[in-house]
């Protein structure tokens, strides 16, 4: 389901950056911009609509973070790598508003934190 859906390797981008021209950067952000993009349009047929659009309000820059919560949660939880997978492939639309609903609380709380110690620093 979300095997052929990766995300550049941010720390390993910031190291490229620097031998980078600012043309190359600049092209660099907006490839990035379209890649989420497609990502939101992957990710919705799976998410559902609502669920999908709460988490773009929240994370816009993450569509995968929905997923990558649900996956920590059940490793949480004892759960192998096959499990977790065999149950996000059965999970529905409102499987996952249920979950979004849940981890919005979270996102939220955690967005507010570090936006507070953004602002101190």
């Keep these: 389901m979300f095997a052929n859906l990766t995300r550049h390797n941010i720390y390993a981008f910031n190291d490229i950056i620097e031998v980078m021209n600012d043309d190359e950067v600049i092209m660099r952000r907006i490839v990035d911009l379209a890649q989420i993009e497609l990502e939101w349009k992957d990710v919705e047929p799976i998410y559902g609509k609502e669920a999908t659009k709460i988490l773009k309000e929240l994370a816009p820059a993450d569509p ?13 939880d004892g759960k192998s790598e096959k499990e977790i997978e065999k149950l996000l492939e059965e999970y529905t639309h409102n499987d996952w508003l249920y979950d979004m609903k849940h981890f919005a609380k979270t996102i939220k709380r955690v967005k507010k934190v570090a936006l507070a110690d953004m602002k101190k620093a």
Excluded: E, I, K, P
């Design 64 to 76: 995968l973070l929905l997923h990558d919560m649900m996956v920590f949660s059940h490793q949480t």
